[in-house]
Structures are given as C-alpha cells and as structure tokens.
C-alpha cells in the first residue's frame, strides 16, 4: 500500500482534515496510512505500534467519520467502547476524539478511578456515542446500571500489553462479554507476547494486521547514553545534570514509588523544580504534576514504569532512567517520551553494579549499544570495565566495595545518603506493575490483589 501524502488521501470527511489542520496536522503518520483504510471499510485490525507514533488518530479519526456517516436507530446509545489501563491514557483519548470531533455533532465521555463517580454518572445521562473508560471503574458503573453496552458497534483496546501487564485480563474479558458480538474490534498493541496474541485471536475476526515498526524499535533522533555510577552518586549526578544549559524539560524514571518520592524530595531541597507521578498518587495530583510539567512550572517530571505510557507531554529534551528497567521493553516506552513528533531528544541511563545485566537485556532487545559516556565527575570504572568484561550482576549485590572514597572535592549534597536500599533484597515485579503483586489494577486506581484465606479478594 503506498502512503498516502496528505490526509486528505485517506477520503477523510472535510469536518474531520479542518479539525486536523487546526491541529496543525499535515501528513498522516506510517501506523495512520496502514491502519486508517482498513478501518474506514469496516475490517477488524490488530496493529502493532508503539506509543508516540499517533495510533490514538490511528482509530479515532475512522470511529469519528464511522459515527458521523452512519447515524444509530437506536438514539443516545453509546457506540463505541475505548477501553485503556491507565487514568492518563484515557484522559488523553479523551482529549484527542474531542479535538478531531470538533465540527461534528458527536459526544465523548470518559470515566475512570481515582476520582468520584458523581460526575461521570452525570455525564453518562448525556448519552455520549463514544466511551474511554479504564476497565475497573466500567465494570463498577456497569454494576450500578449507570452503562449499557448492547449497542456499542467499535470496540478498541488500547495498549493491550500493558492492560494484561496490570492484570486486567479478566476484567477485559467480562467486558467483551457484554458488547455485542457483532461489532468491529480495534486492537492495538505496542507488544505481541502469546498472552496478548490470545486474547487478540478470541477478539478478532479476519483482522487487518497492521506492523509499522518492531515493538523494540527506538526513535531514530533520541541519542541514547550509559553512565556508569555508584548508586549512592546517582543524585549528584542528575543534579549535575540538570544543572546543564542544555537540559530543559526533563522526564525522570524510577523504579519504585518510593524511590520516586524519595528522589523528588532530594531535588526540591536542592532548589530543583519537581514532581512526581505514580499510583499512589490521586488522579487530582496527577493532572496537576503533568499540567505544570506541561506548562514549564516544573523542569523535572519523576514516574515510575506504570506512567509511561500515559504521559505525552510535548517539549521533553531529556529522559533518565535514574534505574535501569527490570523489563527491557520498558526501556523503549520510557525513552519514547522524548523526540516526539520529529523532535529531537537524548535518552541518559544510569547503570550501577547491580545493573550490568540489565542494561545487557536492553542492548540485547533494541540491537543497539548504548554510547558509553564517562565525562562526568561520578564516573564508576569499576562498573564499566564489569560491564565490558560480561559480567553477570543481580541488584542485590553490594553497592560500593568497602573503602571506595567519592570522587574528590564532590560530597553527598546537604549530608544526605542516598543509598535507596542498597542491600535489599529485589522484590518481584519492583512494586509497579511487573508482574508482581502490587498489581495496578482499575485503570490507575490501585487495585491490590489479595491472597485471603485460600481465596483472592480484589481491593476496590
């Protein structure tokens, strides 16, 4: 199939490329070009696309002309079902089908945890044709009698890795059992493990597949470099960093809440402009993190591997991994946060003694050596040569061998130690959505999975 070179090639209705090139929107992107034909003439597509190459229009532009051309018998039925795993994500969804939608008499509506019901509710008795919705606070509403889905004609799910990563899979198969049968399925992935690749095969029939880049694929203009340093150097490190003229927005990745909270801290004693953004917080002070991340009232933006990918914040120069990632397809979603729309942007990872070995899974899966950058006053030797010499580390390893001093003139800012646990014993699944049992469950709302008395209860 050629691409097309414009969106008007696509025979978009005029209502839907005037609200594009409102949006300064000119030429469709690879996954947009592929997927937006086939949806257009009703077929079931299964795309895989990784976050940041425009599949929210990838769907939402074809479901807009669907909904406008041909209007339901059955009045204030909701038509379409977007389901997303996280509060962010949807929210983003959201925004973009009331953009597109602008100059068509469509209405959207999004509910999701973490907030009160009171105002979904109200805005369900509006009869939206288009719902985003995270999976728990669904079925909730459902329960309640507040939603109907026996109309819905357009189901999409969107990241469905992710959605099965927070263990939503049970949720996501009670709700297609309550959509009707015959409808046309949008499934959209950034990853195509065997779990995900079932649940695709129940859901869709003679499906369009739809592949534009490798989930593994890393933006060609995101400069990706390695830092081998001490974890206890760390924060003197990305305070050195940001301290640079050239790093702007910056997106900071922990591994854990409370390393996140703990590194936000650290930086706001030290002058630095930042918040953090993970499940534990309440979706208010999320919007609020990323608002003023958003608007430049904060350089620095700290999250944990559950927020990356519902964060879209335009203007990202830098992304540090203050952790390496325990799964190595984080990595690719965290550094997709910069170099968006044909930005440049710099990806940075900080590799401790513990973190050989993951940084090894992360080359090894995006067939790419990171840049190994020692110019910097906290340049660990020991860990690079660990590193070139292959050897193989786990992150309950000591942090710094007995004696080793800091590099000379530098000390720990204020006193403080930042040593983050060193010696812990690793925790399965680092505590955010990894497969581990504090599972982020109910599209952001954390729902913690209970073993009790022989039985699993489901915190609400």
């Known amino acids: 199939m050629s691409v097309p070179l414009t969106f008007a090639d696509l025979k978009l209705e005029p209502a839907l490329l005037k609200a594009l090139a409102e949006q300064g929107y000119e030429r469709p992107t690879p996954v947009q070009s592929a997927a937006i034909p086939f949806a257009l003439h009703g077929r079931d597509v ?5 976050t940041g190459t425009g599949k929210t229009a990838a769907f939402a532009l074809p479901i807009l002309q669907r909904l406008h051309l041909q209007p339901h018998k059955q009045a204030g039925a909701i038509r379409v079902l977007v389901l997303a795993p996280t509060r962010e994500l949807a929210l983003q969804i959201h925004e973009s089908f009331t953009a597109y939608g ?13 907030v009160p019901m009171g105002a979904q509710i109200r805005e369900l008795k509006h009869q ?33 890795d992710r959605m099965l990563d927070m263990g939503f899979i049970h949720d996501v198969r009670r709700i297609v059992a309550m959509v009707p049968r015959q409808r ?45 340093v001490e974890r206890n150097d760390k924060l003197d490190l990305l305070l050195h960093l940001l301290a640079k003229p ?73 992304v540090v991994n203050y952790d390496m990632p325990d799964d190595p397809e984080s990595h ?33 899966l995006t067939r790419l050596p990171l840049v190994q950058d020692a110019n910097q006053p ?11 010499e292959g050897v193989k580390t786990s992150r309950t390893r000591a942090q710094r061998p007995q004696g080793q001093p800091r590099p000379k003139g530098q000390h ?49």
Do not use: N
């Open 128 to 160: 939206p044709d288009i719902l985003v919705a995270t999976p728990g606070r669904l079925l909730d509403l459902h329960s309640q009698g507040h939603v109907r889905l026996q109309h819905v004609e357009v189901l999409v799910l969107d990241e469905a």
């Open 332 to 364: 690719v979603h965290r550094i997709g946060r910069t170099a968006r729309a044909g930005a440049q942007g710099t990806a940075i990872s900080f590799c401790d003694d513990e973190e050989v070995s993951l940084l090894r899974d992360v080359e090894r």
């Open 412 to 460: 720990r800012p204020g006193g403080q130690s930042q040593g983050h646990g060193a010696g812990r014993k690793r925790r399965r699944g680092g505590g955010q959505g990894q497969g581990g049992h504090a599972a982020q469950g109910h599209g952001g709302e954390r729902a913690k999975r209970v073993v009790f008395q022989g039985r699993r209860r489901r915190g609400r």
């Open 46 to 50: 299964l795309a895989l696309a990784q």
């Open 102 to 114: 602008r100059h068509l008499k469509l209405r959207a509506a999004v509910i999701l945890g973490g």
């Open 378 to 388: 906290w340049h660990a030797d020991r860990i690079a040569r660990m590193y070139s």
């Open 246 to 318: 050239e790093v702007g927005r910056t997106l900071v990745f922990a591994r854990t809440r409370h390393r996140a909270d703990r590194v936000v801290r650290l930086l706001s004693r030290h002058g630095v402009a930042a918040g953090v953004i993970h499940s534990d917080k309440t979706q208010g002070a999320r919007q609020r993190a990323l608002a003023a991340f958003a608007s430049g009232d904060l350089q620095v933006l700290i999250a944990t591997d559950i927020m990356a990918r519902g964060i879209d914040v335009e203007g990202i120069t830098h």
């Open 184 to 228: 046309q399925t949008l499934f959209f992935s950034a990853t195509m493990p065997p779990a995900v690749a079932e649940l695709a095969q129940g859901l869709l029939h003679d499906a369009a597949r739809v592949e534009v880049a490798p989930s593994a694929t890393v933006a060609v203009k995101v400069e990706q470099r390695v830092m081998f």
